[in-house]
């Protein structure tokens, strides 16, 4: 793996390109590198092409190959941040070890920047507390 | 006469709009972007502008040319960083020009792919030169 600088990196992976797009913005806002990726064939392409260190992983974990890909990224030292995005009508049970969860807005929910900033930063500083535990 | 099959019926209706909204929902994103407009495969004009909103259905953007309706569009949307500093990123999409009103062109997509689009760092990675799709 690649020795880490600069700041920390998420990779985002999800089918919804509206959705990685907006989270890629919030998490830069937040002080990340977003990596983005539309599924996890494309994601394990990034990391092998380019050995990318990853701090947080953001997925959905509806996709194939999930935890193929966690293991891909799993490093000895640091911790995997593991934050899973899930649909607003999930039924709450989540199928991969996750430190946190975030939800994607419904399609008629308004969203706001500052609001999702938020929640965002809440999602991270979770993940944080909960994979240093 | 029962009604619930009717009911049912409406409810999957209902729950398949639901999704193909959550699917297609559109989130203001502004991002870099460079379009081509094609016509029988050739490029016929080139242009800029930035996006106002984009979904995995399409995207609105902004930008000082007014296109033709259900012409054939290339988006290229440059991704805020550099995949380990080095190389771009490119969110490309495909589509046709469903509104262009004033300076602001919507596409309605048939295709997009995040790309890796060169080095800048010449020979600290070793990948293409031109751009890619990032899935092989």
Known sequence: MRKPSGPPSVLIVDEDLGFIGWLGELFNEAGYRALPALS?????????RFKLDV???????????VPGMIGMLRRPRRPLKIVVIRDHRGDGIVSIPAHATLERPSAWEPISRPVWLKKVLGVLKQAESRAAG | MSIAPAMGRIEQLLGSRRSD?????????????????????RVERLGSGKTIDVSSGGACFESA?????EGLIEL??????????VCPLSLVMRGRVVRSDGQRIAVQ???????TAGVRASRALPV??????MVR
């Open chain 1, 55 to 65: 701090d947080v992983l953001a997925v959905n974990e509806e996709l194939p190959g």
């Open chain 2, 109 to 115: 997509a048939k295709q997009h792919e995040f790309r």
């Open chain 2, 65 to 69: 040319e007014e296109l033709p309706l």
């Open chain 1, 40 to 48: 996890c064939r494309q994601a394990i392409s990034l990391i092998k």
């Open chain 2, 76 to 85: 290229v949307m440059k991704w805020p960083f550099l995949l380990e500093g």
């Open chain 2, 21 to 41: 909204q959550r699917l297609h929902r559109r989130y203001p994103i502004a991002l870099e972007v460079e379009f081509k407009l094609l016509r029988k495969g």
């Open chain 2, 128 to 133: 293409d030169d031109g751009g890619r799709s």
